[in-house]
């Protein structure tokens, strides 16, 4: 018996589009289910407690479950071969991230250690996988080593948290949190030799919101099911629905959150961390928006939101929709940004995003689909202020 020749191959360096069309593949697509199964465990748990308090406290978690897909997903715009050994790190990631998702729900009490213990695996993969491409390829040698010390150095202090009682767990958390953004972020020289692809890195990201934004859908509908044929249950989750495509206008459309994204120079490394960081307040604001869409579903005809959730829908989408304005802002340099007409044409979606905040005050006088009705006529104002046709001084810069 022969064995395929492309069982264990080296990484090779896609960074470099040189003609080549990349798209994602389809390990990657169920990489992406996988942690967006994560996410939805943490937005169960967000669902029991949705207040502020429940909101500040996930942030960390969102954050470790989005920065985790980050991670891999970069090596492999960068790095990715298609053969045995990088299914079989893949595979042992996504084994990482059931653990993490199995652990998030109590991960600041007794599933800490547990917790702390799969994130630092999935970092140990991670960073194996960049020793890897530094060792076969040469040009690739520099980033691989910057960033094996500073994954590494974080795999060390979340195995050590976990053998540290609470509330020194959290300090350690936090210093490792920070090592695993400033990793990346003092790297911008080594990234812009070693430019993540100008497609499939977008496609990615792309095809990551949409999962999100469908999961969001899908939870609006089991609510609605879940409740039976009730005709304002049926309205409101309508409204839901509406918002969701807005969502999904906007990133795809608006913003262009998923088009092609080339570095030409090094000081475009700001406007590409710019993208890229942009898509966790979105990442967050699309799950707790969806959370609070389920509970308005679930109200009575004259029943009113709580005045803490009401605000909160409306801070979430509110979140939302400036993460997509930071999003079509990093195709502009800080100069190009405070361009008169290009502050003048996005006015009109600030004053949206301030009517949204507004709404908050409303949630305690209205009942609970009327307040979603109005954020609902908003999201739809949005998106006709995106059908206005773009000055010619701006579209030569897009």
Same mark, same amino acid.
Request: hydrophobic share 55%.
């Given at each position: 018996?022969?064995?395929?020749?492309?069982?264990?191959?080296?990484?090779? !360096?896609?960074?470099?589009?040189?003609?080549?069309?990349?798209?994602?593949?389809?390990?990657?697509?169920?990489?992406?289910?996988?942690?967006?199964?994560?996410?939805?465990?943490?937005?169960?748990?967000?669902?029991?407690?949705?207040? %502020?308090?429940?909101?500040?406290?996930?942030?960390?978690?969102?954050?470790?479950?989005?920065?985790?897909?980050?991670?891999?997903?970069?090596?492999?715009?960068? %790095?990715?071969?298609?053969?045995?050994?990088?299914?079989? !790190?893949?595979?042992?990631?996504?084994?990482?991230?059931?653990?993490?998702?199995?652990?998030?729900?109590?991960?600041?009490?007794?599933?800490?250690?547990?917790?702390?213990?799969?994130?630092?695996?999935?970092?140990?993969?991670?960073?194996?996988?960049?020793?890897?491409?530094?060792?076969?390829?040469?040009?690739?040698?520099?980033?691989?080593?910057?960033?094996?010390?500073?994954?590494?150095?974080?795999?060390?202090?979340?195995?050590?948290?976990?053998?540290?009682?609470?509330?020194?767990?959290?300090?350690?958390?936090?210093?490792?949190?920070?090592?695993?953004?400033?990793?990346?972020?003092?790297?911008?020289?080594?990234?812009?030799?070693?430019?993540?692809?100008?497609?499939?890195?977008?496609?990615?990201?792309?095809?990551?919101?949409?999962?999100?934004?469908?999961?969001?859908?899908?939870?609006?509908?089991?609510?609605?099911?879940?409740?039976? %044929?009730?005709? !304002?249950?049926?309205?409101?989750?309508? %409204?839901?629905?509406?918002?969701?495509?807005?969502?999904?206008?906007?990133?795809?459309?608006?913003?262009?959150?998923?088009?092609?994204?080339?570095?030409?120079?090094?000081?475009?490394?700001?406007?590409?961390?710019?993208?890229?960081?942009?898509?966790?307040?979105?990442?967050?604001?699309?799950?707790?928006?969806?959370?609070?869409?389920?509970?308005?579903?679930?109200?009575?005809?004259?029943?009113?939101?709580?005045?803490?959730?009401?605000?909160?829908?409306?801070?979430?989408?509110?979140?939302?929709?400036?993460?997509?304005?930071?999003?079509?802002?990093?195709?502009?340099?800080?100069?190009?940004?405070?361009?008169?007409?290009?502050?003048?044409?996005?006015?009109?979606?600030?004053?949206?995003?301030?009517?949204?905040?507004?709404?908050?005050?409303?949630?305690?006088?209205?009942?609970?689909?009327?307040?979603?009705?109005?954020?609902?006529?908003?999201?739809?104002?949005?998106?006709?202020?995106?059908?206005?046709?773009?000055?010619?001084?701006?579209?030569?810069?897009?």
């Amino acid at each position: 018996m022969k064995l395929r020749k492309d069982i264990i191959l080296p990484p090779r !360096l896609r960074s470099r589009d040189e003609g080549e069309e990349r798209h994602a593949e389809w390990l990657e697509l169920l990489y992406d289910l996988v942690f967006v199964a994560a996410i939805s465990i943490l937005a169960l748990n967000l669902s029991s407690d949705y207040s %502020f308090k429940g909101f500040i406290l996930s942030i960390p978690l969102f954050f470790i479950i989005w920065w985790g897909w980050v991670g891999h997903t970069f090596y492999l715009t960068r %790095f990715g071969t298609d053969d045995l050994f990088n299914r079989f !790190l893949t595979m042992l990631q996504m084994v990482a991230v059931a653990a993490i998702a199995v652990n998030v729900e109590d991960a600041y009490s007794f599933s800490g250690p547990s917790f702390a213990v799969s994130y630092a695996f999935l970092r140990i993969i991670l960073l194996y996988a960049y020793y890897r491409a530094g060792k076969h390829l040469k040009e690739a040698k520099p980033l691989a080593n910057h960033y094996v010390k500073g994954f590494g150095l974080v795999a060390l202090i979340w195995l050590i948290s976990a053998f540290v009682p609470i509330p020194f767990r959290f300090i350690l958390w936090a210093i490792a949190l920070i090592i695993d953004i400033l990793t990346p972020l003092t790297a911008s020289k080594e990234q812009f030799k070693l430019p993540p692809h100008s497609t499939h890195l977008p496609e990615r990201f792309g095809l990551f919101t949409i999962i999100l934004i469908g999961e969001a859908v899908v939870s609006i509908v089991f609510t609605i099911n879940s409740i039976g %044929f009730v005709f !304002l249950a049926e309205i409101t989750g309508i %409204f839901g629905l509406i918002i969701a495509f807005c969502i999904w206008w906007s990133y795809f459309d608006e913003s262009k959150g998923a088009e092609a994204k080339v570095i030409e120079s090094e000081n475009e490394v700001s406007k590409y961390q710019l993208w890229l960081y942009s898509h966790f307040p979105l990442l967050l604001g699309v799950a707790t928006l969806a959370i609070g869409i389920k509970h308005v579903i679930a109200l009575d005809l004259d029943e009113i939101l709580p005045s803490y959730e009401a605000w909160l829908i409306c801070f979430s989408l509110a979140l939302t929709f400036i993460s997509l304005n930071l999003i079509h802002l990093s195709s502009f340099s800080l100069e190009e940004c405070k361009n008169r007409v290009l502050i003048i044409f996005r006015m009109p979606y600030y004053m949206v995003i301030i009517l949204i905040l507004l709404t908050g005050f409303l949630g305690e006088m209205i009942p609970g689909w009327a307040f979603l009705g109005i954020l609902t006529f908003l999201c739809v104002i949005k998106v006709i202020l995106s059908l206005r046709e773009t000055p010619e001084e701006l579209v030569c810069k897009l």
